[in-house]
Each structure stands twice: as structure tokens, then as C-alpha cells.
T-cell receptor, first 109, second 112 residues
Framework: KQEVTQIPAALSVPEGENLVLNCSFT??????LQWFRQDPGKGLTSLLL?????REQTSGRLNASLDKSSGRSTLYIAASQPGDSATYLC????????FGAGTRLTVKP | IAGITQAPTSQILAAGRRMTLRCTQD?????MYWYRQDLGLGLRLIHY???????GKGEVPDGYSVSRANTDDFPLTLASAVPSQTSVYFC???????????FGSGTRLTVV
């Protein structure tokens, strides 16, 4: 059974900092890995989707990397802003999508 | 706007009552999913459907049923609600099995 772990569980940084969120998974036979953002009381918004054949994906200030062999992915956020405050979820797709517990990010003005 | 519509947004339900959560997508995605999200447990798959006419059980299917009569709709039914089914329920879809997912905005269900 695929296990997905996200570290840290919570992170607080001052505005402007660059930061890295980590995701690890136990079964490397994946189709893809997807990073989501969830605001309090809201649904999940897809940020980046990395296919198993890819090493990284970028969207604006976000960059996600994938190392299948080591079972790791990172989400890099550049020049963080208070509007980035949310919970970030990593999800790994084998035959179904398994989610990590998330990292709750707070960016202080 | 293309996406997933879930209804109701929230509901308080008496234990023992029957309830159907609605999910409709307009993206012509083949696969659809129901998840529940609970504090400390994260998102867990309840049921899924890879294509219209087929359904399958996820990680926590007990107490729930689904149907997939057409591509767009994937209702989730609680036949006799219990307090442990208090949760936030999310519907999701993907173009094909193994693709990225799109999520609805969720239904917050409280069973009392």
C-alpha cells in the first residue's frame, strides 16, 4: 500500500522567503504526482502535475521536482507572499491517488 | 465555467436518514472519485468509477454506495447515516485513469 508523508506538518515564514515543502512516498511505481493547494474550508486546487517520466514542472513562482527512484518530491515556492498561506497537499497516483496529510504554510507580512 | 459541481454545500442530517450527495462534471472526464477528508486522517478514497457504467471500492467504502449511469454524474449515497460519517466529502474527476485530478468544492456533512 502506498504511503505518502509530508514534512514539515506546519511551516511559518516571513514574506519574501524562498521555501521548500517535502513529500516522500513508498512505492515508486507511480503514474504521476500532483501538488494541490487547499484554503481553509475550501476544495483542492491543482498546482502542478508531474508525470512519472518527468523530473520537474514549473508554474510561476512554483517549481515541483520528482525523484521516483528515491520516492521524493519537493515543492519550491520562490519569494513567498501572504497569499501563499494555505495547506499544500502532495498526492501520488498508482492505480488510485494517495494523499499526504499536508503542510500548513503561513507566510507572515 | 468547466469543472465539478457538488451539492449540497453543507448539510446537517439525523442519524439513520438516507442522503445522496450530488456530483456533476462538465469536462467529459471518464474517471470520477469520491473522497472524504477528516482531521488527522487526510483524504481517503470511498468509491471510484473509471468509466460510465462501472464502479469500484476505495479505501473506506462501508456505508456508502455509488452509481455511474452516465459520464457526467456520480452520486454518493449514505443509506443510513451514522455520526462517524460526519466529514467533508470531495468529488473529483480525471480524463482517464492515471491522469491528474480536478476537485469539486466539497460537501460538509454533519450527522447528529
Amino acid at each position: 500500500k502506498q504511503e505518502v508523508t509530508q514534512i514539515p506538518a506546519a511551516l511559518s515564514v516571513p514574506e519574501g522567503e524562498n521555501l521548500v515543502l517535502n513529500c516522500s512516498f513508498t512505492d515508486s511505481a507511480i503514474y504521476n504526482l500532483q501538488w494541490f493547494r487547499q484554503d481553509p474550508g475550501k476544495g483542492l486546487t491543482s498546482l502542478l502535475l508531474i508525470q512519472s517520466s518527468q523530473r520537474e514542472q514549473t508554474s510561476g513562482r512554483l517549481n515541483a521536482s520528482l525523484d521516483k527512484s528515491s520516492g521524493r518530491s519537493t515543492l519550491y515556492i520562490a519569494a513567498s507572499q501572504p497569499g501563499d498561506s494555505a495547506t499544500y497537499l502532495c498526492a501520488v497516483n498508482n492505480n488510485d491517488m494517495r494523499f499526504g496529510a499536508g503542510t500548513r504554510l503561513t507566510v507572515k507580512p | 465555467i468547466a469543472g465539478i459541481t457538488q451539492a449540497p454545500t453543507s448539510q446537517i442530517l439525523a442519524a439513520g436518514r438516507r442522503m445522496t450527495l450530488r456530483c456533476t462534471q462538465d469536462m467529459r472526464h471518464n474517471a470520477m472519485y469520491w473522497y472524504r477528508q477528516d482531521l488527522g486522517l487526510g483524504l481517503r478514497l470511498i468509491h471510484y468509477s473509471n468509466t460510465a457504467g462501472t464502479t469500484g471500492k476505495g479505501e473506506v467504502p462501508d456505508g456508502y454506495s455509488v452509481s455511474r449511469a452516465n459520464t457526467d454524474d456520480f452520486p454518493l449515497t449514505l443509506a443510513s447515516a451514522v455520526p462517524s460519517q460526519t466529514s467533508v466529502y470531495f468529488c473529483a474527476s480525471s480524463p482517464v485513469e492515471g491522469s491528474g485530478y480536478t476537485f469539486g468544492s466539497g460537501t460538509r456533512l454533519t450527522v447528529v
